[in-house]
């Protein structure tokens, strides 16, 4: 397997100049600005900052010094699991909230160098909203803080959102009051675990949302690595979607390329129309910002 994405794109089993872009695109409470030398300067509503990311093996459009004089917040990482924070300007705040279309959700400064929310996943929210039928029901498994979820509810469909931690499912729950959305069933349990126990169920979905992090841990510490447990993942959600059912995982990790999630996704949706897609984000100054893997199969 691969050491970083930039050896993704030469995978020797996908010609590069035929890797389909997905753009997630800027929106009114978000914007990427800028992106190089390792980092990148986001825009959520009306706080600014700077947070390291690996893909953003380029040069910037802008000088650092202005990056300084335009964030709120510079996260510092001190280890690959751990930094902290630094404020750039007096009136900076810890938390506040922005808007994505009709829904209200609350950011936050996380001890990691997340805020709360993965605006890449623009691009899935607007395929969901293309997707989603009202009165379908929905399974999404590894669902954070819920902004998917919420689309899904947004329009109408039945939600059940897995987490293995307690505070994503809080967090994702003050999202839905903030953005008076019906209720949704919140899953406190290991991602797999629940998918396997739901086909012995005979439980069927209309749409399956699955944004897997390279490697997490279930409610009692089951290990979770994608790159072991991809196909199982995709074997059980195949088994849970009713016939006419999308389904869609997205990766970020540099151990699970493209070529594998066509391999995992050929073996089950051969009669789907099956997409394959890099994520990206273009910035406000043109850079370009690769942001994972996808996989969509729709019948
Ligand atoms: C951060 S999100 C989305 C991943 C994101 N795209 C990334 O690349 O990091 C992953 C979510 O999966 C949850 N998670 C991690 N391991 C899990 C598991 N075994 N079962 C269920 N949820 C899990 C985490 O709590 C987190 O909310």
Redesign the pocket.
Known sequence: MLKNNRKTINDKRIAPEILPREYGVAWPDYQLLDAGDGKKLERWGAVITIRPDLQAHFKPGWAFAQWLTMAHWEYEEQSSIQGRWKSLKPDAPEQWMITYEKLTLALKLTKFK?VGL?PE?QANWRFITEQVVAGQKLLN?????GAASLVACNNGAEVVH????KQ?LTWANENRQLSALSDIQWVL??????AQRELKRGNKYDGIIM?????????KG???KLETQLSSLIASAYGLMNPKAFLII????PKVTLADLAESGAAYFSTHHMQLKQLWMQAKTGKELFC?NLLRAVK
Request: glycine share 8%.
């Open positions: 997340h993965f996943q498994l590894f669902a954070y803080t897995v987490d293995s931690v994503m349990e290991d991602a797999l675990k629940f944004d897997p992090p390279a490697w997490g841990l279930g409610i089951e290990k979770w997205n990766t970020y990790s994972g």
